[in-house]
């Protein structure tokens, strides 16, 4: 049965290829795409090198120990991770700031023909799970309402796929779901509610079943998390841009963060909104057709989702065997080995989600990704994977093992420190020897590794800041508010950097040890940590970094005030998690002028849907009935060989310049 829907789908491409060169649709375009992982290595590799060579002069004079042999090490893979971020920062400004496209290499690419009506359906899907029933099912009618009633309203239909356990969520959203469809009229015909009884295999399962039962009726499903929320313009522009590049079966937006009082939720969603779209491009430079999925906020054709991504469970044991956590990850990468394309929108208009308000719940939601993205390692060597997808596994899981890295390092280079200052050293090592031995200090080298190193770290946000200056300054309430914001945002980077380093750190090796976490609902409302729990989750991490500060300090004041910067994030992590979970702190901010957004500025009507609504939301007091769902055309979904050569494989429709 796949093969006839997947011939039959092929032979509807090729037909809609030559009417969409007849009519001059627009088709994604790609120029030099085998080359551009060749250039982000011949800028990355040097530049390591270079980092390394500056290690190894500090070094070498005296000597090169066992621990100072570590550090190095370890410097060449955390130089390596940094130059590879700031490479791709560099290129998306200059991309940027010339308005040249990431695929194309040319002026911006056109958008898709807006003359061509949507010839498919469409699903939008929400999976939930345990969520406030409240946010849920505004932000779900928010998204119906933005089609309903426009000139694409009968190519979309609506789903909210509820995995909640707990029973009295269930029954809420039953009856919030029963209001819905009361205010929704003849257009309630198009939205429906599925809870499944058992959630097996979480939203991997949940979307499986989905796509068993009723995808057969759709050409694609948008697929939204609980929190987000997605314009007209931008679903039915994703719609377009499946219909008219027939080869293409993901297509992945950026969600941009939005509704956030507290301090730190309004510092993440800043610096989202400042620095995504030049990183955006960056990564879109060189990994072209290979990208990524985050789970949420894009479209995906759903034929070969079902042919190529039904997830097998993993042999062995944790951290790199069971359940597939992160799959999202892995979907994207198994739709690309099979031929088909992937990409990054780089326009960051109409997407939107939520972030975690306060650094508990971020680190929280940090502690399951490090889990997923870890386990990502054991699946590098899945056969036919494209480079850009096996690059896409191991930064995600770099991106939390440089803290642990980095850490090692600096606890290697006290120990280093600390025994130099505690021996008595030796001036004369052979027996021979005329000439004492000194002890050599290369500050010159060593001032240089420093801005260097602060020029991979910083130099990304420095140009991110520049670019939206000449650029995007009104989005953010003028220039002056904007280099307020930035100088903030600069700041409070600098002083929760540590406090970060250390969870992320402590979460990696919980994964390595074997210890597990459950994939609860996030807390999506804003909340302010009381002190007891901030010092709770603090006090390890704070006593570590006195007892470490005292010890350098009396022993090498040098390293002490090299360290002062890390040790000062450390020492007042519980204020700084109380402090900036302040909803007052944070709409103070805003007042002053201080980490102010485009939808703050202007605010686009799904936002505007959601706000109001969530003024006057209320749930039927009134018993529902479950409401219908379409019938069922289950299509299983097969389990995934990923050692072996996928089937069917993608043949080229397009052939891309």
């Given at each position: 049965?796949?093969?006839n ?9 090729a ?10 649709a ?5 120029k ?32 090169l ?6 550090q ?44 061509i009506?949507?010839?498919?359906r ?6 939930v ?44 959203e ?93 510092f ?19 990994q072209t ?14 034929t ?16 790199f ?25 780089t ?10 308000s ?9 502690r399951?990704?490090v ?18 997808n ?14 642990l890295?980095?850490f090692?390092m600096?606890?290697l ?30 500050q ?28 995007r ?42 210890h ?36 350098t ?6 390293l ?33 002028g ?9 605010e ?34 097969p389990?995934?060989a ?16």
């Amino acid at each position: 049965m796949f093969t006839n829907r997947f011939n039959k789908n092929q032979q509807n491409a090729a037909q809609a290829v030559s009417s969409y060169e007849h009519n001059s649709a627009w088709q994604l375009i790609v120029k030099g795409s085998s080359m551009r992982l060749f250039i982000m290595a011949m800028l990355v590799i040097p530049s390591t090198a270079l980092a390394g060579w500056s290690l190894y002069e500090i070094f070498l004079p005296n000597g090169l120990t066992g621990l100072e042999m570590a550090q190095l090490g370890l410097g060449l893979t955390l130089f390596a991770w940094l130059c590879m971020a700031f490479w791709t920062g560099i290129i998306g400004f200059v991309l940027q700031l010339f308005h040249i496209d990431p695929l194309s290499l040319s002026k911006k690419q056109k958008a898709p023909s807006e003359n061509i009506a949507l010839k498919a359906r469409h699903a939008v899907v929400m999976p939930v799970y345990n969520e406030d029933t409240k946010r849920i099912m505004v932000g779900f009618e928010a998204c119906v309402r933005e089609l309903m009633g426009s000139e694409s309203a009968a190519n979309f239909d609506f789903y909210m796929l509820s995995d909640t356990r707990d029973l009295q969520k269930a029954d809420a959203e039953l009856r919030a779901f029963s209001r819905l469809q009361k205010r929704l009229g003849s257009y309630a015909s198009q939205v429906f509610y599925r809870r499944r009884e058992q959630n097996l295999h979480r939203k991997v399962g949940n979307l499986k079943e989905f796509c068993e039962r009723w995808g057969g009726n759709y050409e694609a499903m948008i697929v939204l998390d609980a929190d987000s929320i997605m314009s007209k313009t931008r679903m039915v522009d994703l719609a377009r841009r499946i219909e008219q590049n027939p080869d293409t079966a993901l297509v992945q937006t950026i969600p941009m963060p939005v509704r956030q009082d507290t301090f730190f939720g309004r510092f993440v969603q800043f610096a989202a909104h400042l620095y995504s779209p030049m990183l955006a491009t960056g990564l879109s430079f060189w990994q072209t057709d290979s990208a990524n999925y985050w789970g949420h906020n894009a479209i995906i054709r759903i034929t070969p989702f079902m042919q190529h991504c039904g997830l097998p469970t993993l042999e062995g044991r944790a951290p790199f065997g069971g359940e597939i956590l992160s799959h999202d990850f892995v979907e994207a990468a198994l739709l690309r080995r099979a031929g088909w394309q992937a990409y990054l929108l780089t326009d960051t208009t109409g997407s939107y989600e939520e972030v975690p308000s306060n650094i508990v719940d971020y680190a929280i939601r940090d502690r399951r990704w490090v889990q997923g993205n870890i386990q990502h390692l054991g699946l590098l060597n899945v056969k036919g994977l494209k480079m850009a997808n096996r690059l896409h596994f191991l930064f995600g899981a770099f991106a939390y093992i440089s803290s642990l890295i980095l850490f090692c390092m600096l606890a290697l280079g006290t120990a280093d420190a600390l025994i130099r200052a505690t021996s008595v050293p030796e001036f004369f090592v052979s027996e021979y020897q005329l000439f004492p031995s000194w002890q050599v200090a290369r500050q010159d080298m060593m001032m240089v590794t420093m801005w260097g190193t602060a020029a991979l770290l910083f130099l990304p946000k420095l140009l991110g800041i520049v670019l939206a200056l000449i650029q995007r300054r009104e989005q953010f309430g003028g220039a002056w508010s904007l280099l307020k914001g930035a100088a903030v945002e600069l700041a409070m980077a600098v002083l929760i950097a540590p406090l970060m380093m250390f969870y992320h750190s402590f979460f990696v090796l919980s994964v390595f040890v074997g210890h597990s976490v459950k994939w609860e609902a996030q807390e999506r409302e804003g909340r302010k940590v009381p002190w007891k729990i901030a010092i709770k989750h603090t006090q390890l991490m704070s006593c570590l970094a006195v007892a470490w500060g005292v010890t350098t300090f009396y022993f090498t004041p040098s390293l002490f005030m090299w360290l002062l910067p890390v040790l000062i994030g450390m020492v007042l992590a519980a204020p700084v998690i109380h402090f900036s979970s302040s909803s007052e702190l944070g709409i103070a901010m805003r007042k002053m002028g201080i980490f102010i957004v485009d939808q703050e500025v202007s605010e686009c009507t799904a936002l505007k849907r959601l706000r109001v609504a969530m003024s006057f939301f209320a749930i039927s007091q009134h018993k529902p009935e479950v409401p219908a769902l379409p019938e069922s055309l289950w299509v299983a979904m097969p389990e995934q060989a990923l050692h072996e050569k996928p089937l069917p494989m993608r043949p080229a429709l397009v052939s891309n310049v």
